[in-house]
């Protein structure tokens, strides 16, 4: 890694459109595709291999696996403690932080905005260096860090309107199928009328967040933090339902559905 490096956003390197009822899903296919994103990492993988190494991701985690390490000397360069520059190996980092041991396993890292400086330091069987500072840092989610990326996350992530669709947030891409995304929502305006919803439990890609949120029962129109996951296509069509003061309606198959699990 160079230590000039800042880490900043990259130009997607092959432009894809999916659609979803119609509506045209803008998306980038980086080198992580769909079917090896969050699978098995290499040691050396940093988030710039899946390019969410972007500004619009901030405040957003990531789900991960890491092999077990291996029994040579390290290979590769990693910066910081705790905290650690975007641009640094998952699993090195990971396993100096403590989100996994050398036994490989899975993590959960979060993007924020980068550090004044990083301090190295050895743990766990790794050895970091000091950097310089950058646009953007990871940590990993843990019982000690918890708390601190709660926080933080809420206060990073978009304020959506009711009006706005995940088709819309610029995280709605296929490569990203399987991967939770943290939005805040404000209470709902007077009138919400005309804005319909579709599905039970999945919903489609274009679907209005805050409010299809209130009719899977993360929250009321009160607003409040959601969390939307990602699905594969819903076998047939969407069903709906009356729940939470919210009718939705039936409507036909996407290329991709969204979820609300619990947080």
Aim: aromatic share 8%; with cysteine.
């Amino acid at each position: 890694m160079r230590n000039n490096a800042n880490i900043m956003s990259f130009a997607a390197a092959v432009a894809i459109a999916v659609f979803a009822n119609g509506v045209s899903v803008g998306g980038a296919l980086a080198a992580g595709t769909t079917e090896d994103f969050g699978k098995v990492l290499e040691h050396e993988t940093t988030l710039h291999h899946f390019q969410v190494d972007e500004g619009k991701f901030v405040g957003q985690r990531f789900a991960f696996t890491c092999p077990a390490s291996s029994s040579g000397e390290q290979t590769v360069s990693v910066y910081g403690s705790d905290e650690y520059p975007a641009s640094t190996p998952i699993c090195l980092a990971a396993q100096h932080a403590g989100a996994i041991g050398e036994g490989g396993g899975d993590l959960t890292l979060q993007l924020n905005p980068g550090s004044a400086a990083y301090t190295g330091s050895v743990r766990n069987g790794v050895t970091t260096e000091d950097f310089a500072a950058t646009d953007l840092s990871i940590m990993f989610l843990t019982d000690a860090t918890r708390e601190k990326l709660d926080a933080l996350q809420n206060e990073l992530v978009p304020t959506l309107k009711w009006k706005d669709k995940f088709s819309q947030t610029g995280l709605a891409n296929i490569r990203l199928t399987g991967q939770r995304f943290a939005f805040n929502c404000p209470a709902a305006p007077e009138k919400i009328a005309g804005r319909r919803v579709y599905g039970t439990d999945s919903y489609p890609l274009n679907a209005y967040v805050c409010l299809s949120a209130v009719h899977a029962g993360q929250i009321t129109l009160s607003g409040g933090p959601v969390l939307v996951q990602m699905d594969p296509a819903l076998e047939g069509k969407f069903r709906g339902s009356a729940r939470n003061g919210v009718e939705s309606k039936d409507g036909p198959k996407t290329v991709r559905s969204i979820s609300f699990p619990a947080r």
